[in-house]
């Protein structure tokens, strides 16, 4: 059963770095054409793609965030991480991890999304 | 910045045909920025029910499929349902690794 599960902090202070967890469960990072991508959602506002690491370890990112963001992978432990720099309350969202395995803008699998809110 | 447009609302009757579209900011939209489509309800996970253009996924119905339509991906909805009420966003491959979500349209069906 393929599952993803994002984990991590779910209340920051502004200008402090944000560092989430995606844990993948029933298939390999290292597997072909595996991509997994990160995606945020602010309150009542439209889906937003941040980042994508690949099973090569190609590294992609979104244009307006690229300076604070970074992605990673442990494949023995087969998770992948998104580091998000000098967080500001703008950057509450429910953030998602999701994979594509075929197409690349088919996200097969997500996680269940988790809420991130940045407050002092 | 690369900019993926919709429209930012819908309404339908049920039983009706729309179509939704999703356009970019720096030109028309091709097979080649795979467009695909997504379905969201308040507080659920996206859904995906086009990929690549006009591929359905697994389970949807084919009430539901997509297409190119001029400049810009499209899906249509025939018999609208009143469980159809949803976001539907779009997503394009915009090139060097980089996918861009769309503005997302809230479908009414009434």
């Known amino acids: 059963q393929v599952t993803l599960k994002e984990s991590g902090p779910a209340l920051v202070k502004p200008t402090q770095t944000l560092t989430l967890t995606c844990t993948l469960s029933?298939?390999?990072?290292?597997?072909?054409?595996?991509?997994i991508h990160w995606i945020r959602q602010p309150p009542g506002k439209p889906l937003e793609w941040l980042a994508r690491i690949d099973r090569d370890d190609d590294k992609f990112y979104s244009t307006s965030l690229k300076t604070r963001l970074t992605v990673s992978k442990d494949t023995s432990k087969n998770q992948v991480f998104l580091s998000l720099t000098n967080v500001d309350p703008v950057d509450t969202a429910t953030y998602y991890c999701?994979?594509?395995?075929?197409?690349?803008?088919?996200?097969?699998?997500w996680g269940q999304g988790m809420l991130v809110t940045v407050s002092s | 910045q690369t900019v993926v447009t919709q429209e930012p609302s819908f309404s339908v009757s049920p039983g009706g045909t729309l179509t939704l579209t999703c356009g970019l900011s720096?030109?028309?939209?091709?097979?080649?920025?795979?467009p695909s489509w997504y379905q969201q309800t308040p507080g659920q996970t996206p859904r995906t029910l086009i990929y690549?253009?006009?591929t359905r996924s697994s389970g949807v119905p084919d009430r539901f499929s997509g297409s190119i339509l001029g400049n810009t991906a499209a899906l249509t909805i025939t018999g609208a349902q009143a469980d159809d009420e949803s976001d539907y966003y779009c997503i394009l491959y915009v090139g060097s690794g980089i996918s861009v979500f769309g503005t997302g349209t809230k479908v009414t069906v009434l």
């Open positions: 029933g298939f390999s990072l290292s597997s072909d054409g595996m991509r």
């Open positions: 999701a994979r594509t395995a075929t197409t690349v803008t088919y996200l097969d699998y």
């Open positions: 720096s030109g028309s939209v091709s097979t080649s920025n795979y």
């Open positions: 690549g253009t006009n």
